[in-house]
């Protein structure tokens, strides 16, 4: 996966993978509609799939929830590997419905949060302002998806969900 970090106080995220625009042209003849089709989202996009999608998204918000509740230390930022041990990742796991299934179900700290998804994780130094914090970037990597369908924490649909844990989960999860 590439990651890059863009500019001296901005941080992006760019994953190797394939939009559906691109892939039409850098395939070879022939192949690209192909690969479109083969697309697990979209407008033929199945209830499994849907549900998948959702649940990542779901998951996402939970990661940016625990990620803007821990205390980052100056100047190193907490690795996914290390949030795993986290207060607020023991309270997620003890709550009832929804929010709790899924914190139990998540693999937190492994490659792979949740089945057939990936983890990219990516931590910089903080830039000079105050307060100090590094930054952290993270993606959910559709690992089955050709077109390598992702959720980056940059995405505002993602991040700033707010403080309460309803809003953790889309409408229709």
């Known amino acids: 996966m590439l990651l890059a970090i863009r500019g001296v ?38 209830e499994v799939e849907k549900f998948r999608r959702e649940e990542a998204l779901a998951a996402m918000r939970m990661i940016d929830w625990v990620v803007g509740r821990t205390q980052l230390s100056y100047p190193r930022a907490q690795t996914w ?9 023991r309270q997620l796991r003890a709550m009832e419905g929804r929010v709790g299934e899924l914190a139990r179900k998540m693999k937190w700290g492994e490659p792979e949060p949740l089945p057939d998804w990936g983890m ?9 302002r105050l307060p100090l914090a590094p930054a952290i970037v993270f993606a959910l990597i559709d690992l089955r998806d050709p077109c390598l369908f992702r959720y980056s924490s940059t995405d505002p649909e ?13 409408d229709t999860y």
């Open 9 to 46: 106080f901005g941080l992006g995220l760019g994953l190797a993978g394939v939009s559906a625009q691109v892939a039409a042209q850098v395939a070879p003849p022939g192949q690209a509609a192909e690969q479109l089709e083969q697309c697990l989202h979209g407008q033929d996009e199945t």
């Open 81 to 89: 590997a290390e949030l795993r041990g986290r207060r607020e990742v």
């Open 158 to 170: 993602v991040a700033g969900t707010g403080p309460t844990l309803k809003l953790l989960q889309p």
């Open 120 to 128: 990219s994780w990516m931590t910089a130094p903080s830039a000079p």
